[in-house]
């Protein structure tokens, strides 16, 4: 039974019970947003996937200390500008500009020229590694927290798919084209979603410098990759 | 209609002004009851801007009123809040006469009568705080940024000899103003209005953002992206200055007004919602941010520009814009700033998050507290879901900033129910006790003392500036009744 505000000591902190609450329905709105943009069912800026992807965080970093906190915002920070790079591929940031542009040409990762295709593959690469560490930190145990970091996974999984390989369903009716495509978005997604969470267990051993020092690459390749894409477009 | 909502703040002040004479207990009473039928009266102006009514210089169809509305409701809502029970009548009286301040300032279709009434606002405001600790620097921050504008458009007034530029403010005006128009935001973190957090006084901080926010959608409007790149990159400094040297209450509630003030300059046609978000936010940390004791995830989220609130609209339509004229440059120079902006609101957006994280595990507020305030901070959370959910209300938010509004609004409220069904059911099951106990908290840090300017020499010059721009403003009257301009 919580205890009710009134009938809290003055210095007392808020029962964890209710900020437990407010975090787990953060977590929660964070995986709807996102996934509702991401799923195709609302149109919009890749902005609003990061939104979601921070209202996750946020449910996160509550459950954590101040250090962990940081570690877990600049991983929010890295990921979103590892979006970016895939918006900036097609200079749109629309999520249906950029399915647009993959269904015509190709996914991101895979449309040349090199420069701008390793640009892609480093921004990709950013977003697994920014997942790996957020994913890490130490919120919860046993299957809640398991099935949590799960979801969060196939959500940081479908931010990468959409952004870098493209759309799941293409234009008309045709079943073989229709399961050759979601089969291929939905393997899109896994092929970041598994090694995303599997390796947040490796690195939930790690040590705190370990994970600054993958932020700090994650950053830095998601940086090249931009510079790289300034360079050539 | 008009007069009601434009004087009826100075009609409740004089309400209190003849309650002062009524004993303690009902004066408590008294100011409760005036501060409620304030927010009333606020609101009512804020909805009722859709009108087309005017009354001599003012007028109400136009997004500074919404803005002017509700700033003044956030004023009476922490003149409620604040009071608790010193009953402080004089006080509300004077917040009030700011209040029709910022309402004549706001619907003001000319610009001399509104820095009149935005001048007689700064007065009542400097008035209400003149009997708190830190008065001399609230003075120096009210007085040096009126004296800041009101050059401004003085020095603008005689290069182009016209009373509003069309483009606004050009040449280095422009940069007194800009400077004038941050720190009367209170862009500067523990500085002036930030030393008032949790007392009564706070009220006057809204009345100041609002009032920097309606001249910045006026003489200040203008598409400046190397000053959103400073914005943004002083509002990175002040999240890690919150995170790691000082408590985050302390200098946290800075954060939302350079954000907000960033989309501003990056987007000028967002400033009405930018502004009313940087009010619900500092209204928000004006109810005890800097408190020892101040844990509340809804005054978090309104602070930190999460998702689902206004702020996170504005932050959205910024990154946007940024974006789009990244991508559109023609030449380096115009696309380094506007790439810097692009990275840098997903970073802020990042930080935001963080810093909500921090200030939602702040220990909870004192016995006898707990109740008024978390209340009031529930409000504020939803007027900026409100607004968040209906950002259109807002007119000029750029359509494309999180997609069409119906299928938004839908996913919003999609998104509201699933957090509350999974709060519901971690509360339910005790899930969140097991793994955030109390021994989890880290210990809280000691406030640590931010010296203050010297009392006398501030106000000192704070009254010079007063004098200075006051005499300014009323020249600036008798030349504009000399042409027939009013």
Partial sequence: ?233 | MIPTLLLGHAGLALVLLIGGLVPRANRVLLVRVVAGLGVVLGATLAVASGRTETWRTAQLDSEHAVLAGVTIACAWLLIAALDRDHGRWDVAALIGVGCTGIALMGTNRWLVPGLMFSFVASFAIAAAVSTFQHRGEVWLQIFATGAAIVGAILVDWQNTESWVSPGGIEGWAFWLLAGGVAVRAGALPVFGMWRLCGCSAAAGAPLLVGSAFIVLGGPGSRTEPWLTVGLLAASAVVIAWALFVKREGDVAGSWPVLVALAVSFAAPGAVFGAGIAAVLAVSAAGTGLHDRYAGDPARAFVVAFAPLTIGFSVLAAGATVAFERATGATTDAESIPWTAAAALFPVALAAGLTLASRLSRGAGAARGRAGVTALTTLALFLAAAGFGLFPDTLGQLPASALGPQRSVLVLQLVALAAAIAAGILTFRTGYATQHLSRASYEPVREHVAIRTLPAWPAAALASLLAFGGAATVGWLTIEGLRVGFL
């Fill in chain 1, 1 to 233: 039974m919580a205890t009710s505000a009134a009938a809290r000591p003055p210095s007392a902190p808020p029962p964890a019970a209710e900020l437990g609450a407010v975090a787990v329905g953060a977590q929660a709105a964070g995986v709807v947003l996102a996934g509702g943009y991401l799923l195709g069912l609302v149109q919009g800026p890749v902005i609003a996937v990061v939104g979601g992807l921070a209202l996750i965080a946020f449910g996160r970093a509550v459950f954590l200390d101040r250090a962990w906190a940081a570690v877990t915002g600049v991983a929010i920070a890295v990921l979103a500008g590892a979006l970016g790079v895939g918006a900036l591929r097609w200079d749109a940031i629309e999520l249906r500009a950029l399915r647009g542009a993959q269904a015509v040409l190709g996914p991101t990762v895979l449309v040349g020229p090199i420069r701008v295709s390793v640009a892609a593959w480093l921004g990709l690469a950013a977003i697994v590694i920014a997942g790996v560490v957020l994913l890490s930190a130490p919120v919860g145990k046993g299957r809640p927290a398991l099935a949590a970091r799960a979801l969060e996974g196939i959500v940081i999984g479908l931010a990468a798919a959409t952004v870098f390989w493209g759309p799941a369903i293409p234009d008309g009716l045709e079943l073989g084209a229709t399961a050759a495509a979601v089969g291929g978005w939905a393997l899109a997604t896994g092929a970041v979603a598994v090694p995303v969470v599997g390796l947040s267990f490796v690195a939930a051993k790690a040590p705190m410098a370990l994970r600054w020092a993958l932020l700090v690459l994650a950053g830095a390749l998601a940086a090249t990759g931009a510079a790289l894409l300034g360079s050539v477009l």
